[in-house]
């Protein structure tokens, strides 16, 4: 069982930098993958950054290279640099975590979910 908790998140300006959290608790953290996925309203949940146990990384074409996701196995938290923020990064950005060696780009493979944190790009 791992729970999980992000935060981070707030209010930017275009072009800004903001890094995000996610805490988890719970044994094996490094047992899991984790991504990050977000949502913006009437839409679905999107995939962003996964990073695996051997700490391979992968990205969606939108953040990728400006985007940078890592994790601190000692810690237990996983985090979310943003960088160059544009106004459509705009979005309830949430943590996740699967039992499972490789990060997947689809939100069904994840097993915990955080509550997410609001990220708004303002210009």
């Known amino acids: 069982q791992v729970q999980l908790v992000e935060s981070g998140g707030g209010l930017v300006q275009l072009g800004d930098s903001l890094r995000l959290s996610c805490a988890a608790s719970?044994?094996?953290?490094?047992?899991?993958?984790m991504a990050w996925f977000r949502q913006t309203p009437g839409k679905e949940r999107e995939f962003v950054a996964g990073?695996?146990?051997?700490?391979?990384?992968h990205y969606s074409d939108s953040v990728k290279g400006r985007f940078t996701i890592s994790r601190d196995n000692a810690k237990k938290v996983t985090y979310l640099q943003m960088n160059n923020l544009k106004a459509e990064d705009t979005a309830v950005y949430y943590c996740?975590?699967?039992?499972?060696?490789?990060?997947?780009?689809?939100?069904?493979?994840?097993?915990?979910w955080g509550q997410g944190t609001q990220v708004t790009v303002s210009s």
């Open positions: 996740a975590a699967r039992f499972e060696q490789v990060a997947t780009s689809a939100d069904r493979d994840y097993t915990y």
């Open positions: 719970g044994r094996s953290f490094g047992l899991y993958s």
């Open positions: 990073i695996n146990w051997s700490e391979i990384m």
